[in-house]
Nanobody
Framework: QVQLVESGGGLVQPGGSLRLSCAASGTLLKLYAMGWYRQAPGKQRELVASTISDGTTNYADSVKGRFTISRDGAKNTVYLQMNSLKPEDTAVYYC?????????WGQGTQVTVSS
């Protein structure tokens, strides 16, 4: 049973930075794709950033130039460095991993951007 555990959320002022981490356990195989989704109150969950096993990355337009996703493939760990945070970035951030045969989710971590 693969488990994804997120950490690093919290309260930050506009313009500040946070780094989210997600560690996968329960498998010795390198997970294909890992990424971060977020869901704000009253809104649909959206993909923020993702990376696949060959190193390719993808970002939502709203976070390009501010967020950076990185991965430690040997450890099945993925990070999301979030800079220049805005109030509209406030949401629960979920780590996910997927392929054609599986889809795993973490429990989510709250990120609040407020002065």
């Amino acid at each position: 049973q693969v488990q994804l555990v997120e950490s690093g959320g919290g309260l930050v002022q506009p313009g500040g930075s946070l780094r989210l981490s997600c560690a996968a356990s329960g498998t010795l195989l390198k997970l294909y794709a890992m990424g971060w989704y977020r869901q704000a109150p009253g809104k649909q969950r959206e993909l923020v950033a993702s990376t696949i096993s060959d190193g390719t990355t993808n970002y939502a337009d709203s976070v390009k130039g501010r967020f950076t996703i990185s991965r430690d493939g040997a450890k099945n760990t993925v990070y999301l460095q979030m800079n220049s945070l805005k109030p509209e970035d406030t949401a629960v951030y979920y780590c996910s991993s997927w392929s054609s045969t599986y889809n795993y989710w973490g429990q989510g971590t709250q990120v609040t951007v407020s002065s």
